[in-house]
């Protein structure tokens, strides 16, 4: 079994910064890609970034291109996604996901049901 448990989320003023952690346990050596993915209530799960095992490919949406910066370190089995100058439009639940499938796309990475695992969420709030 794996389990990811995200930590890092907060309120934090317009152009502030956060960082998400996603910490994977379990069986990690067979997870491969990661993404993280955001939700506010009554819409749907938007992508926000992905990357490869290695580390060396990313994806992110159009709406956080420039702002965020997704990465991991595989030595302590862990992502992260630094979020700089923060909108109230980032606010939502942010979620990490990670699959088993050895093959990186960055159009595969941006389709949700791709991910077999899935973190609790974390609540980032932007505002005022």
């Known amino acids: 079994q794996v389990q990811l448990v995200e930590s890092g989320g907060g309120s934090v003023q317009p152009g502030g910064s956060l960082r998400l952690s996603c910490a994977t346990s379990?069986?990690?050596?067979?997870?491969?890609?990661m993404g993280w993915f955001r939700q506010v209530p009554g819409k749907e799960r938007e992508f926000v970034a992905g990357?490869?095992?290695?580390?060396?490919?990313?994806d992110y949406a159009d709406s956080v291109k420039g702002r965020f910066t997704i990465s991991r370190d595989n030595a302590k089995n862990t992502a992260f996604l630094q979020m700089n100058s923060l909108r109230p439009e980032d606010t939502a639940v942010y979620y990490c996901?990670?699959?088993?499938?050895?093959?990186?796309?960055?159009?595969?990475?941006?389709?949700?049901?791709?991910?077999?695992?899935w973190g609790q969420g974390t609540q980032v709030t932007v505002s005022s």
């Open positions: 379990g069986r990690t050596s067979f997870l491969y890609n």
């Open positions: 996901a990670a699959d088993t499938s050895a093959v990186w796309s960055a159009q595969l990475a941006r389709r949700g049901e791709r991910y077999e695992y």
């Open positions: 990357i490869n095992r290695s580390g060396v490919l990313s």
